[in-house]
Nanobody, 124 residues
């Protein structure tokens, strides 16, 4: 079983940049598709981005396309989410997650392991 832990959240102003990190332990990280989701207060968890096990394929939510970049370093068992031009509506708890397959990566149900989440707050 892979174990995930996010870091890098914080409070920033609108327009700023922030990077989140996902450290993995346990099973081989490179076996899994990695995704980022977020959940704002009172809202459902929503897909942000995903990257295939080898890093060659990525997917993004329309709301973050062009502003966020997902990446992974399998040699270091880590993943990252670079966020630019942040908006107040990006405020949420961000979670990294691992999925055994590369299908339906935009759906939370495809992921079997989740980190504890890291808070990102963007002030206007």
């Amino acid at each position: 079983q892979v174990v995930l832990a996010e870091s890098g959240g914080g409070l920033v102003q609108a327009g700023a940049s922030l990077s989140l990190f996902c450290a993995s332990s346990g099973e081989t990280f490179s076996r899994y598709t990695m995704g980022w989701f977020r959940q704002a207060p009172g809202k459902e968890r929503e897909f942000v981005a995903a990257v295939s096990w080898g890093g060659g394929s990525t997917a993004y939510a329309e709301s973050v396309k062009g502003r966020f970049i997902i990446s992974r370093d399998n040699s270091a068992n880590t993943g990252a989410l670079q966020m630019k031009s942040l908006k107040p509506e990006d405020t949420a708890v961000y979670y990294c997650a691992a999925a055994r397959y590369e299908a339906n990566v935009t759906l939370a149900g495809a992921y079997h392991t989740w980190g504890q989440g890291t808070q990102v707050t963007v002030s206007s």
